[in-house]
């Protein structure tokens, strides 16, 4: 009998623990993991007082947000106008954000407080662009406001989250050593509005910094201005400007360094018309050096065979007069690592018909030897090819040979097969590629029609990346063809060369300057292989 009552005793527990485990399992449900990313910044719930508020005398302004949020860069992205001899003080309280004033506020007077990128949500650093609130101790706002939009004064592009500012007249000196306080980032479309502004004279910027201080850098920033001043009655809605960089007025070395594989390196502020350098100290180093400036000549690549010294004197100079001298300096156990590396200009594995076969190295070349390379033609050898160094450019060789459309190229340079100086020697690669058939090319024709005879136009084919790929000068109306162009998407770029010097002029912001014009012509010209395409661009007047 005992037996017996233990069967349904048993089951009864089952039932129970079964019943527990269910419950328990419900109760547990984890929510869902994933889903699409925040991408949404922190949303304003509400104020207060509330925003645009008049009369206003509180101490204190309480802004609830719809998520936890953080201050960032508060010195650089808050700023308050007009500004007070005490900073309001804000504070972080779980969703809120309090703003305190420990500062007599002015009677009558409408302030704007401009938050920039200072808000952002926790999790994915969203950030409230352009967020302001305004309110006046009198009984009315300042309500006039100026809008614009702010361009590249070379692409015609709209700048993206640029700095639009402006500063009253008596202020102006202030800028690039201050940050503006009333200010507008631009945005997708480059358009930027400042606000709730009091009738008065002001000068207008526009600046797309590097630094995020909203202060004004020469050497890393462009910049934008109206030359004259604004006298602010009505508002204003189409106050557009175009940014540029400015050249530096004073020569000055941006950067110097004894790179990784024993090569000198040097970046300039300038772009220098006859650069020269010399070795100064030790002087018997000058005869044994190799030197390439870039194609702007605003920077400078340099070899010396002797890397023994302790330290180097180079000068720099331009036209024949001294920019700048100074001084690098090595340590005595400085060892380099040197690799000859061979870039080619193929275009995805393809070689121009219009070009030839161009391998260009990252050491100067001492010599050579043919008889390491090898040359398959759909895999049968071929030697009737010659080997001939770039009579302009130390650094690269040409591959002459009478390639051939629809047939495979194999080139094969052994070890050893070039020579560079500090004796290093390449190690074997291949080159894989084929001839590309010059069917796959068109022409451009292009009736240039000028609004000026005797002016100078400088007249640049762009393609869509808004790269050059060939420039002219124009003084009358005439016809130029451009042959053998990829087929694709091209575009033209007019510089109005005022003093023709044969290249764009930037401007000066110190001289009231702007730089010269450029217009770039919407009209796509869309070249076909085996097509000539004929347009006719007629320029406006500046």
């Known amino acids: 009998m005992a037996n017996n009552s233990i069967i349904p005793n048993f089951r009864l527990f089952a039932s129970l623990l079964l019943l527990t485990s269910l419950i328990y399992s419900c109760a547990s449900i984890q929510q869902p993991q994933g889903g699409p990313r925040d991408t949404e910044p922190p949303k304003v719930l509400s104020m207060e007082p509330k925003n645009l508020t ?12 719809d998520e936890y949020f953080k201050l960032q860069n508060e010195s650089k992205e808050f700023s308050i106008s007009p500004e007070l001899k005490v900073a309001p003080l804000l504070k972080v309280k779980k969703k809120l954000l309090e703003i305190s004033f420990p500062d007599t506020l002015e009677k009558n007077t409408t302030y704007t407080m401009n938050f920039g990128k200072l808000i952002a949500d926790i999790n994915e650093n969203n950030i409230l662009k352009n967020f302001s609130y305004v309110f006046s101790t009198g009984p009315k706002l300042d309500s006039l406001s100026i809008k614009g939009k702010v361009t590249n004064a070379v692409t015609g592009e709209p700048e993206i989250e640029a700095v639009a500012f402006i500063l009253p007249l008596e202020k102006d000196t202030i800028f690039g050593k201050a940050r503006p306080s009333i200010y507008s980032l631009t945005d997708s479309s480059g358009h930027y509005s400042l606000n709730n502004l009091r009738e008065g004279t002001y000068k207008i910027y526009a600046l797309k910094e590097k630094g995020g201080d909203k202060i004004y850098q020469q050497s890393t920033d462009e910049i934008g201005f109206i030359k004259e001043p604004i006298v602010l009655k009505k508002t204003m809605d189409s ?8 050249e ?3 020569f000055r070395i941006l950067d110097k360094r004894i790179n990784a594989d024993g090569s000198i390196s040097f970046a300039f502020n300038q772009k220098l018309q006859k650069p020269e350098v010399n070795v100064v100290e030790p002087a018997a180093l000058d005869a044994k050096k190799y030197i390439k400036f870039s194609k702007n000549n605003d920077s400078l690549k340099m070899w010396l065979t002797d ?6 004197k180079i000068s720099l100079k331009e036209n024949g007069k001294l920019l700048q001298t100074t001084t690098l300096l090595r340590g005595k156990k400085e060892t380099y690592t040197r690799v000859l590396n061979a870039t080619d200009n193929f275009e995805s594995g393809v070689l121009n018909p219009n070009k030839p076969l161009k391998l260009t190295f990252n050491f100067p070349i001492l010599s050579t ?9 759909d895999s049968v050898k071929r030697t009737n090819f010659t080997l001939e160094k770039d009579s302009t450019d130390f650094l690269s060789y040409y591959v002459k040979y009478p390639w051939r459309v629809k047939k495979s190229y194999e080139m094969k340079f052994e070890a050893g097969t070039f020579n560079a100086i500090f004796n290093t020697k390449n190690k074997e690669f291949t080159k894989d590629f084929k001839l590309g058939n010059k069917d796959d090319y068109g022409t451009l024709i292009l009736k240039l029609i000028v609004p000026e005879q005797n002016k100078s136009y400088i007249v640049e084919v762009i393609d869509e990346n808004k790269n050059p790929v060939n420039t002219i000068v124009v003084t009358k109306d005439t016809t130029v063809k451009f042959n053998n162009y990829k087929a694709g998407k091209y575009f033209t770029r007019i510089t109005y060369d005022n003093n023709k010097n044969k290249k764009w002029d930037t401007g000066s912001v110190t001289d009231g300057r702007q730089p010269e014009k450029i217009w770039n012509e919407p009209k796509e010209l869309s070249i076909r292989a085996l097509w000539e395409r004929n347009e006719t661009i007629k320029i406006p007047k500046e």
């Open 369 to 377: 030897d043919i008889a390491k390379i090898q040359l398959l033609e």
């Open 54 to 65: 008049t009369n206003f005398k509180a101490k204190k302004i309480t802004i609830e947000f």
């Open 248 to 250: 530096a007025t004073v």
């Open 239 to 246: 106050v557009n400007i175009k940014v540029f960089k400015e």
């Open 307 to 312: 890397m023994s010294f302790d330290s180097t």
